[in-house]
Structures are given as structure tokens and as C-alpha cells.
């Protein structure tokens, strides 16, 4: 499997696995409850004036520490579920090299759409996210031109999901490469996409 420092282009720096500091993916973790269980709350009203007390004295306590992106820990973490940040579904990946991965997750409550389904919107970022993975490992950085995805069928949330992505093939700076999207036999989406490699100095 290849390690976050054999992406190319991008300096190593900027992504970090546990280096012994702060526990970030406890914070992480707590804070993706926080969004499955007010998502689905229906609190009476001392409980959410109490919440929102205590989510405003959190705000508080981190906002001092704000850095610039090039210092972020969110999104860096490649070694936690959804990079440590919490927009990403928490992927998990069992399989990872420079043409294919295979990653699973399960999807809260703070994914739903409706009827128990994903909101359509997860699913673009849950594909743009592992063939964004897959298309940087041991390459040069690309970025998305294009991302096509179809939905099959609904994708359940709190529900066992398989994410694989495939590179297709390579001309130039053009990456080519498809992903699908299972719950059991049932394939939820897929979808292709192309990245391209960046000049020097495109951001
Ligand atoms: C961000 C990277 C992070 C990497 C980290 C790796 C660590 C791994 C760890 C953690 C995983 C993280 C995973 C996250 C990944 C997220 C990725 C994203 O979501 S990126 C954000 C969304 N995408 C944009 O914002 C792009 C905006 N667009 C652009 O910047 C440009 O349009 C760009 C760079 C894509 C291309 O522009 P030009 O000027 O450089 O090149 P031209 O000449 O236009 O295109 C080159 C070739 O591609 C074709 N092409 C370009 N766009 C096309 C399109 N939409 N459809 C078809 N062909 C297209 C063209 O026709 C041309 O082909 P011909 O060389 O002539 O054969």
C-alpha cells in the first residue's frame, strides 16, 4: 500500500499520520457524533439550550488555536476514517495502490437525504474523495475536471458500504478512472471521472 509521503507533487508535510500529540481523532470522532445525534434529535427545548450552550463554549475553545491551511490537521490525518474531517464520510480503506482501491463506511444519520437513503450529494463527494486518493497515489497532483456519477439504486445510510475505484488509463496529464458503490450485491452508484495532472503553479 502506498504511504501518504509517496504522493507526488504534494509536500509530504502537509499530511500527517499520528505522531504521538493530541488525541485529534478522539476529537474527530466525538464530533461526527455530535452531527449524527443532533441530526437526528428531536430534543425538547432545555436539552437544546443546553446543547447550544456547550457547542458555543466548544467553538470558543478551539477558535484561539485557528492556523492558516498550510498548519491544518483536518483533512491531513490520512491515516483516520474521512481524513479527520468531518464533512467526509469516515472511509476506511482495505485495499490501496497506484491502480485500485477498496474502502468501506457507514453513513449516519448527518448523511441522510430522505426515506433512509444518502442525500445525492454524499455520493459525488465519496467518489471525488477516493479516486482523488487513488488518482494522486505515486503521480504527480491532479485535480478534478470531470466527475459523472449515476445513481442505481438508493444508498442506505447506517449501512455497510463498499467504495472501489480503478484507474482506467493514463494519457498525458489525463487520468482516467471509474468507482462503484455496493451495499451487499447492490450496486448503488457508480460513476467515471478524469483528473488532470497540474502545471507548475496552477493551485
Ligand atoms: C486537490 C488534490 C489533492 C491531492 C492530495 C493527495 C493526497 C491524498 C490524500 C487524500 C486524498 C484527497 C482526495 C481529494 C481529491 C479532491 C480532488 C478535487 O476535488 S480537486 C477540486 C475540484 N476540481 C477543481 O477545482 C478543478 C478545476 N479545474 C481546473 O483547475 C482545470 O480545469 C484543470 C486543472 C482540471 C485543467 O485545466 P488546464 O488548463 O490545466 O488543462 P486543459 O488544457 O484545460 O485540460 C487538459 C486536458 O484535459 C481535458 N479536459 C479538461 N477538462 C475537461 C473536462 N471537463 N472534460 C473533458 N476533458 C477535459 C482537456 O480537453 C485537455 O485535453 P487534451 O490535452 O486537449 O487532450
Redesign the pocket.
Known sequence: MSE?GN?GG?RPRR?RTDGGGPDFGRMIEALRRIQDGITAADAPEGVVTEVADMLEKVAAAVEPYEVDEEGMIAGRR?DLPG?GQALIPPLEYDEWDEDHVVARCSMGRFYLGANGAAHGGVIPLVF??VL??LA??GRP??????LHVNFRAITPIDAPLRVTGTVVRI????RFLTAALHHGDTLCADGDA???A??PG?P
Request: hydrophobic share 30%; no cysteine; charged share 30%.
Open positions: 501518504p504522493i504534494f499530511y490520512v481524513r471525488d474523495e482523488g486518493r494522486n497515489t497532483v491532479s485535480r478534478t475536471a470531470y494519457e498525458g496529464r489525463k478524469l483528473f488532470v497540474l502545471n496552477q
